[in-house]
């Protein structure tokens, strides 16, 4: 299991800002994350099917 810190999500999403992750969490655009002390972690894998299903909702 592999697991993606908020600079690689960041980078995943070609560089987005940090305001607007938040704003998409909150919209749930995206999975809700894995805190972990200070920092936030997203497993790659739900990732990756959360974002292919708002790819495919967008297409239709």
């Given at each position: 299991?592999?697991?993606?810190?908020?600079?690689?999500?960041?980078?995943?999403?070609?560089?987005?800002?940090?305001?607007?992750?938040?704003?998409?969490l909150e919209?749930?655009?995206?999975?809700?994350?894995?805190?972990?002390?200070?920092?936030?972690?997203?497993?790659?894998?739900?990732?990756?099917?959360?974002?292919?299903?708002?790819?495919?909702?967008?297409?239709?």
């Open positions: 299991m592999t697991y993606v810190s908020f600079e690689q999500l960041q980078a995943k999403l070609g560089g987005r800002s940090r305001s607007a992750i938040y704003v998409d919209q749930g655009r995206l999975p809700q994350p894995l805190k972990l002390g200070r920092r936030l972690y997203w497993r790659d894998d739900q990732l990756n099917d959360h974002l292919q299903k708002l790819q495919e909702a967008q297409s239709v």
